[in-house]
C-alpha cells in the first residue's frame, strides 16, 4: 500500500466546472506539494504546505493535518488546467513519498 | 532565460555503458534535486544537494552518483546503465533545504537504454 493515495485517478470535467483532487497519507509529515505535469512533460510546483490553506489564481489548496488530508481545487475549469496532478510529501522521518497521480483532463 | 535546465534532452545508449546527464540552474538556489519517472508515469525523489553537500539520498543503486561541483549544478551519473534505468530524469532546484520551498523542474532527459 502507497503511503500516499490519490482520488480520483482519473477525472474528466467539462469546462468551467469546480474540481476537487483529493490526497491522503499515512504518515506523519513536515511538508506536502502539489505538482502540476503537463502532457508535455513539464512539471511545476503549484503548492507546498505544512498547515491551512493556500489560493493561488484559480487554484486553491487545502490541508488537515489531524485528519492527513489534502485537496486541490480548481475553480472555474479550463482546459489549460489539463495535467496530471501529484501530491507528494516529506515525512517527519525524513522520507518522500509520491502519490501515483490524478489525470484531468478538461473538455471545451 | 532558462531557470533549470538539463542536457541532454534526449539519450540513447547501450546497456553496459556509462553515462552522464548535466543540470544546472540560474537562480540561485540553494538546494538541487534529482528525480526519476518511471515508464508508468510514478515519480520519486532520487537525491538532494545543499550547497554542494548530500542532504537526501533515497535507496538507489550505487551505480548512480551525483556530483555537484558548485550549488548552481548537480550532474548525474549513471555507471553500467541497466534497462530498468530507462526513464525520464527531472532536476529542480529550490531555494531552501531539503523539500521545504517551492520546487522549480528542469524539462527533463528521457533515457533509454537498449
Known amino acids: 500500500k502507497n503511503e500516499v493515495e490519490q482520488s480520483p485517478q482519473n477525472l474528466t470535467a467539462q469546462e468551467g466546472e469546480f474540481i476537487t483532487i483529493n490526497c491522503s497519507y499515512s504518515?506523519?509529515?513536515?511538508?506536502l506539494h502539489w505538482l502540476q505535469q503537463h502532457p508535455g512533460g513539464g512539471i511545476v510546483s503549484l503548492f507546498m504546505l505544512s498547515s491551512g490553506k493556500k489560493k493561488h489564481g484559480r487554484l486553491i489548496a487545502t490541508i488537515n493535518i489531524q485528519e492527513k488530508h489534502s485537496s486541490l481545487h480548481i475553480t472555474a475549469s479550463h482546459p489549460r488546467d489539463s495535467a496530471v496532478y501529484i501530491c507528494?510529501?516529506?515525512?517527519?522521518?525524513?522520507?518522500?513519498?509520491f502519490g501515483t497521480g490524478t489525470s484531468l483532463t478538461v473538455i471545451p | 532565460d532558462t531557470a533549470v535546465s538539463q542536457t541532454p534532452k534526449y539519450l540513447v545508449t547501450q546497456m553496459g555503458n556509462d553515462k552522464s546527464i548535466k543540470c544546472e540552474q540560474n537562480?540561485?538556489?540553494?538546494?538541487m534535486y534529482w528525480y526519476k519517472q518511471d515508464s508508468k508515469k510514478f515519480l520519486k525523489i532520487m537525491f538532494s544537494y545543499n550547497n554542494k553537500e548530500l542532504i537526501i539520498n533515497e535507496t538507489v543503486p550505487n551505480r548512480f552518483s551525483p556530483k555537484s561541483p558548485d550549488k548552481a549544478h548537480l550532474n548525474l551519473h549513471i555507471n553500467s546503465l541497466e534497462l530498468g534505468d530507462s526513464a525520464v530524469y527531472f532536476c529542480a532546484s529550490s531555494p531552501g533545504t531539503s523539500f521545504t520551498d517551492t520546487q522549480y523542474f528542469g524539462p527533463g532527459t528521457r533515457l533509454t537504454v537498449l
Open positions: 537562480l540561485g538556489h540553494d538546494t
Open positions: 504518515v506523519g509529515i513536515s511538508a
Open positions: 507528494a510529501v516529506r515525512s517527519t522521518g525524513n522520507q518522500f513519498y
